[in-house]
């Protein structure tokens, strides 16, 4: 240990100030009691991806009593998947309530972060109102950036000949009137879902180019009475359990996306399901191409928003067509069809397998985390957390973490009690001054996970974004294992059990799922995970 870091307390840099970041802050200073850390956020607010999708039909495709935090439960939702607006409202409430703004600064977007000598992290960051550069240090950097955060951009022959307005749909911009306009809308994802039967509600015409199909589910979406409102404010227990009942619906999706005969008899009847909605809910013009080949799963499923009962109205229509080019006032399809608009929306997604993108870290072997993870194959870190190389360093909703089955939020709770638990609360307690992970248990967890997803939906032939440029799953969780334990703590906790009592509660109610090797995951001690504790 150098002078420096005997003389110097421990502090913190968090990178987002999104969800996971929330959750982070709120655990180290209500939890662990630790004020010394800086949140900072290239936006203008909290809420992360909730602030900068604002595009027409932005919502929720979980429902939303599991979408919240589980230290502020909010029975008050209005309905049972709540639109951008109500969760953002929820977010900042949730920000000012446990006093977590006053550590936050805005507008700040970090540039670059480098490990020194001394035992602590440079950070290089940009003011983004007065484009000022400036440095700041801390003994820990967390990054909270998430998987949600970075558009994807593409690249049209000729797009920048445009005349009409073009935008990203999560740079949506509310100054262009779309009232009585002629719209093209280039992506077939979660996103174009929402928007299109929203904006058809205005547009003089919508065509939306969609070069392969995707599986829709049907997505009831009531709206939450008075008295079920009453009963989870204020009979005890009533929303937690609520809580608990939609976690294990959803997370009995998994046995749909896994290898093995079991699985594939479950596909087959969800994916008949989906069929048998699909067909009843779309024009016949489409029932050729609306119904993918791929197995479910293979690309992130819909919970329909209305859009399939929007390809019914007379000015919408969907092709099935990549783009061509883009030319001073029209889109021309893969078919060689030309087409004017006024407006293009690129409902093209993010960047989710570039995982910190554009950020630079560089570990204390000089290697950047981009130039580390290219001689990997991609992305990957320990439990999706902690990388080789790159000590006092913690990754939230980091690689193969992302639940194609359950609630993201949740995912993020359960990654940032694991990273208080085995980073930050030695790292107070004095136990140790530096910890990193060492290379070796890296690659066996890395090793078992891609082993677990062999076989899987994810990489059944499609093209989607949990597969990186060098053909590895670097994204999805493959089992339900790590969870059942996690969700019944934080459910038992609000009854007052103890940890022995929640332990075996949990213990059982895995066993009795199905669930039996969870124990693998989350009972490794932290001192025998990591592998550096100086």
Not at 133 to 145: C, D, G, K, M, P
Not at 248 to 266: E, P, Q
Not at 466 to 488: C, K, M, Q
Request: aromatic share 12%.
């Amino acid at each position: 240990m150098t002078a420096l870091m005997e003389n110097r307390s421990l502090d913190a840099i968090i990178i987002g100030a999104g969800p996971s970041g929330i959750a982070m802050a709120h655990s180290l200073k209500h939890k662990l009691g630790f004020e010394d850390f800086v949140i900072y956020d290239k936006l203008d607010g909290p809420g992360g991806t909730w602030l900068t999708n604002t595009y027409p039909g932005c919502g929720c495709d979980i429902p939303t009593h599991l979408y919240s935090f589980s230290f502020n439960l909010n029975p008050e939702w209005s309905k049972e998947l709540c639109d951008q607006p109500e969760i953002l409202e929820y977010i900042n409430a949730t920000v000012d309530k446990f006093n977590l703004r006053s550590h936050m600064n805005f507008q700040v977007e970090c540039l670059k972060a480098e490990w020194k000598n001394n035992g602590a992290w440079e950070v290089r960051f940009l003011h983004l109102k007065t484009g000022k550069q400036f440095v700041r240090t801390s003994r820990v950097l967390i990054s909270a950036v998430g998987g949600i955060s970075y558009p994807r951009d593409v690249q049209f022959q000729g797009m920048e000949r445009f005349k009409g307005e073009m935008f990203h749909s999560a740079r949506w911009n509310h100054k262009v009137d779309y009232t009585n306009q002629r719209m093209a809308v280039i992506g077939n994802g979660c996103s174009a879902a929402q928007i299109i039967p929203k904006v058809a509600e205005r547009a003089a015409y919508v065509q939306q180019y969609a070069r392969s199909p995707q599986w829709y589910h049907e997505r009831p979406n009531k709206n939450i009475s008075t008295f079920r409102k009453l009963c989870f404010k204020y009979v005890p227990f009533w929303q937690r359990f609520h809580r608990l009942q939609l976690f294990l619906r959803s997370d009995n999706l998994v046995t749909t996306y896994i290898s093995g005969d079991k699985a594939a008899i479950k596909r087959s009847e969800t994916e008949q399901e989906a069929k048998d909605y699909i067909y009843s809910r779309t024009p016949k013009k489409y029932h050729d191409f609306i119904v993918p080949e791929f197995p479910l799963g293979c690309k992130r499923r819909i919970f329909d928003p209305g859009y399939l009962d929007g390809l019914h109205r007379a000015n919408v229509e969907l092709v099935q067509q990549g783009i061509q080019e883009i030319d001073e006032t029209a889109v021309i399809g893969s078919d060689g069809d030309h087409t004017d608009f006024d407006i293009i929306i690129l409902a093209t997604g993010f960047q989710v397998s570039k995982f910190l993108t554009p950020m630079e870290v560089i570990g204390k072997t000089g290697l950047s985390l981009a130039e580390q993870w290219d001689q990997c194959q991609g992305a990957q870190a320990y439990m999706g957390s902690f990388v080789h190389n790159f000590p006092n360093f913690a990754i939230l909703f980091g690689p193969n973490t992302f639940p194609a089955h359950n609630s993201a939020l949740f995912t993020c709770e359960v990654q940032v009690e694991y990273v208080t638990r085995a980073l930050m609360a030695p790292l107070i307690d004095r136990r140790a001054s530096i910890i990193e992970i060492k290379e070796s248990a890296e690659t066996r967890w890395v090793n078992d996970i891609d082993a677990s997803l062999q076989g899987s939906v994810f990489s059944a032939g499609c093209t989607n974004w949990y597969i990186n440029e060098f053909g590895r799953n670097a994204a999805s969780w493959p089992d339900s294992s790590l969870w059942p334990l996690h969700t019944v703590k934080r459910w038992l906790i609000t009854w007052g059990y103890g940890k022995t009592q929640w332990l075996i509660f949990g213990a059982l109610l895995a066993v009795l799922s199905g669930k039996q090797n969870f124990t693998k995951e989350i009972t490794v001690p932290a001192d025998k995970v990591l592998g550096r504790a100086v």
